[in-house]
């Protein structure tokens, strides 16, 4: 935080998106001004146009085969399944995958970090008279920081003994997306 | 351009030039000193809308769920009219994070019910962009499900939220509740503006 120094000019501090230049004086005073004026919030969403079998009891990253935009570089097809930062701060990303119809014990989506830590799971269990006939959607979402080189994985498991699909559909199973929210301050 | 009024003819004369990610509030006094604040995109064309009566609605239906009121929008961009209850229509073209919550009471027990709950845009309820589906545990317990995504929208694209439950009877009683206050949340949609 800059302050001038004669009648109190406060320049706050903000997401990182501004910079301000100057000391407040009257022969160098505070300039705001975009830090770059073309500057796009990266996001990214991505999606798989095949089914994938899931093995039973352990978790599965999402690989994925097709962008549907990305803004910030977070996917390459040599590494389907990671969404990868490239500038530090807090964001928003979420996924939705579909499954195969089973009866028994419950279904699980979530986010894993650098490939070893388990931000977030949904469960959502089923019960053997739905789960013998509906091939149910399992969606969720959340923020976390985030640091340059970081990865992110939607991953999903489930525990019916055997393997189990999940589906593609046109816009709304095996899908991640991300979006950068801003710097955390 | 601001300029610091009351020390313009003393001793600083801080100009701030106006950005569009950037907000100045203040006169330059001690009293009201220029803040520059984030006027971050993410605060731009917010819109939600709600609803706080229950509605009953059809089994094995698509129903794209009619909201009563919206939340006043932070910024410029209505989204929500009560002539199309329905809907959330964005002002402007850009990168979105949509989303929306409702649930269903149980019935009989809650045994074998299911919903599913989806945003689709501008009225394909066969193709949407984020879909989740509850089932009942057989037991006494309502149905909530919630969803969110981030998608592009072209200038006046709209979404919907849609439920669909699988009840084939009690239909008298099968209601979106939003009314029961603290059991169940008000019936919700929302868009907000990210990016160009």
Known sequence: ?185 | MSVCGNCRNNICSCTLESGSSTTVVGIGTANEPFQVRPSTPAFRYVGSAYRTTDLQIILNTDTAIPFEASDPPITGGNMWSASFPTRLTTPVAGLFLVGGYAGQVQIGGGVAQNINLWISKNGVAATPQVKTTIMSQISDHALNANVMTLIRLAANDYIELYIRSNRTQFLVDEYLVGSVAGVMAHPYIFAQWLAA
């Open chain 1, 1 to 185: 935080m800059a302050k001038c120094d004669c009648c109190g000019c406060v320049i706050t501090e903000d997401y990182g998106t501004s910079q301000v230049v100057g000391t407040g004086s009257s022969d160098d005073p505070f300039v705001v001004s975009m830090v770059d004026p073309a500057w796009v919030r990266p996001a990214a969403r991505v999606r798989r146009t095949t089914d994938q079998l899931i093995s039973n009891s352990i978790f599965v990253p999402i690989s994925f085969d097709t962008e549907v935009f990305d803004t910030g570089n977070f996917w390459v097809i040599g590494s389907p399944t990671l969404f990868t930062i490239s500038e530090a701060g807090m964001y928003a990303f979420g996924g939705c995958v579909r499954w195969g119809v089973n009866t028994t014990t419950t279904r699980e989506v979530g986010f894993r970090k650098n490939g070893s830590t388990i931000l977030l799971t949904n469960d959502q269990p089923v019960d053997p008279t739905n789960g013998a006939t509906v091939s149910p959607w399992h969606a969720a979402s959340y923020q976390a920081p985030l640091a340059p080189g970081e990865t992110l994985e939607l991953v999903v498991r489930q525990e019916t003994g055997g393997a189990l699909n999940t589906f593609t559909e046109a816009d709304d199973s095996q899908v991640f997306w991300i979006v950068y929210l801003g710097r955390v301050i």
